[in-house]
């Protein structure tokens, strides 16, 4: 199992530009989400996805979009990137258990805006 | 809401020192209780968790107990290496299937 991959690993946009960043998940899991991490900071949650159709906001939602393609895929794009989207972006996946909501995570996609 | 405070780093260590991070939770239910790390240029991994109180999670050395009468999931670990190097999170999953809730995490250098 490859468990949650992100496309693609590094990115650099301009100011205005748009982009859609990949994540997919093979465990077969009904939850997917989308954080950002800036430097010196924690995990900020964008969007979630707690089944497939459905889609929520979470702390940081504007200036970003989401859609839930199928259980395995949830995809984050920006319309038109700015300098303060620059930042690490993490996807997660979940299934609901007896040991409560794990996540597991992405490596990770760095974005930078210029 | 519920919450999750950790406590500000970064913390320093000397290899072979005793570690101990701090974890206090809010939360209305009875959360199950994570701690993941963050290895540099990585996502993050879980590293121990708690499902109930007096629960003891265990990994890699590093050990959390659930206490509900403190509301507390401190993680230790007696004898830290420079490999230990990381972000430490903590994080709890409280009613259902809605995302975790985590501390602002600590950084942690252990140095040889």
């Known amino acids: 199992n490859a468990g949650v991959t992100q496309t693609p690993k590094f990115q650099v946009l301009k100011t205005g530009q748009s982009m859609t960043l990949q994540c997919a998940q093979d465990m077969n899991h009904n939850s997917m989400y989308w954080y950002r991490q800036d430097p010196g900071m924690g995990l900020r949650l964008i969007y979630y996805s707690a089944s497939e159709g459905t889609t929520d906001k979470g702390e940081v939602p504007n200036g970003y979009n989401v859609s839930r393609l199928n259980k395995r895929e949830f995809s984050l794009r920006l319309e038109s990137a700015a300098p303060s989207q620059t930042s690490v972006y993490f996807c997660?996946?979940?299934?609901?258990?007896?040991?409560?909501?794990?996540?597991?995570f992405g490596p990770g996609t760095r974005l930078t805006v210029l | 809401g519920d919450s999750v405070t950790q406590m500000e780093g970064p913390v320093t260590l000397s290899e072979e020192a005793f570690l101990t991070i701090n974890c206090t939770y809010t939360?209305?239910?009875?959360?199950?209780l994570f701690w993941y790390v963050q290895y540099p240029g990585e996502g993050l991994q879980l590293l121990l968790k708690a499902t109930k109180a007096d629960d003891k999670g265990s990994n890699k050395g590093f050990e959390a107990t659930y206490r509900k009468e403190t509301t507390s999931f401190h993680l230790e670990k007696g004898s830290v290496q420079v490999s230990d190097s990381a972000v430490y999170f903590c994080?709890?999953?409280?009613?259902?299937?809605?995302?975790?809730?985590f501390g602002k995490g600590t950084r942690l250098s252990v140095i040889a």
């Open positions: 939360a209305t239910g009875y959360p199950s």
């Open positions: 994080a709890l999953s409280d009613q259902g299937n809605t995302p975790l809730v």
């Open positions: 997660a996946s979940s299934v609901l258990a007896q040991g409560g909501n794990e996540q597991f």
